[in-house]
């Protein structure tokens, strides 16, 4: 309330002055500057001053603005800059060495910046392949993360996915796994779901290397599905999965624990969630243990060894013109997602476009 009549005498004596000046700047007889300086209790250079500034347009207040061609010219040179240092400056850079003012340059680099991410992300979203599996058990995905430090030691957990539902199937936690503790998995996983995958997606750990999974996949007719080193993008199914259930848990890399048992409790409760409770869009607004109830599997559809040989047979051949092993490693997996297009278990686009057209088998 007290604010509200200070402001409201603010704007009564702005006014007053405003009419004094413009009464002043008009014709008059003479001594009523003073007459009025005298009547109103104020310095006669006072109501001089208002008369001078009776004629001029109100000042806005803050900084000057700048016009729509000096900021064209500005954003111009800045370009023309990053294209000749191959990025963006440093609005101490636009300021000195190409003379613009401080606080155009700083407004011009950030909004040049802006737009090279935008731009950025635009060509990523058109160069990004999207995956679709068409049927449960196809295509699992499995990695390890680190979810939280108990008494200074990592605490470790691998998960595993199915990519067409998007149900975790095991998060086991312990020690960095071995090849033997991925082939118990993936065993019990056999038992517990009837089936195995057709392909399984790894990275590049030693335990996803190791003899003992290369041997137990290939008895079995299991595709393997490797990374390229350093390559997450590779794998963005286990990395949804381990990022949704550190979102979920609560745990980092270093969220500090008392013990493995709290860091599993937490990580279970989050699985249990995670696939209970969230309804994902993607899906039609189901969870996914309502797709993965629900979606029907490969394998009344499909024979495994023909599958397997079909795809170890696109595999070599796609080898044999490689000269290098990124190379090697790119036909490969190139090689295995045409295999499931080709068998109709899959549909893969680009920015939206199908990549090649896929059906049933």
Known sequence: ???GRASAAAAARREL???VGRALAAPGPRGRQKALARALGVPER???GWKARAHLPRRRAGRPGRSREERREAFVRVAEEATRRGKAPGWRTAHGALGIPVRLAQETVRSFKRLQRRRAREGEMARRVSVKVHYRDVLWAEDGAQFGRVRGEPFLADVLRDVAT???LAVTTGPAPTGDDITALLHCMKEDRGTLP???GVDNGAAQ?????ARYCERERVVVLRNHPRTPQHNPFAERAIRELREESGLASDTPLRSEAQGARRLQEAWRRLDNLHR???HGHRTAAEVDATMPPWYPRLDRDRFYAAAQKAIEEAASACCTPRARRLAEREA???TLEDFGLIARTRGGEPLAPSGPA
Not at 209 to 213: G, Q
Request: glycine share 0%; hydrophobic share 35%; no cysteine.
């Open 1 to 3: 309330m007290r604010r």
């Open 17 to 19: 002055r405003e009419r």
């Open 46 to 48: 006072t109501v001089r």
């Open 166 to 168: 998007t149900k975790t």
């Open 198 to 200: 057709l392909v399984l």
């Open 209 to 213: 290397r190791s003899a003992e999974v």
């Open 280 to 282: 994902r869009p993607r």
């Open 336 to 338: 295995i997602f045409r």
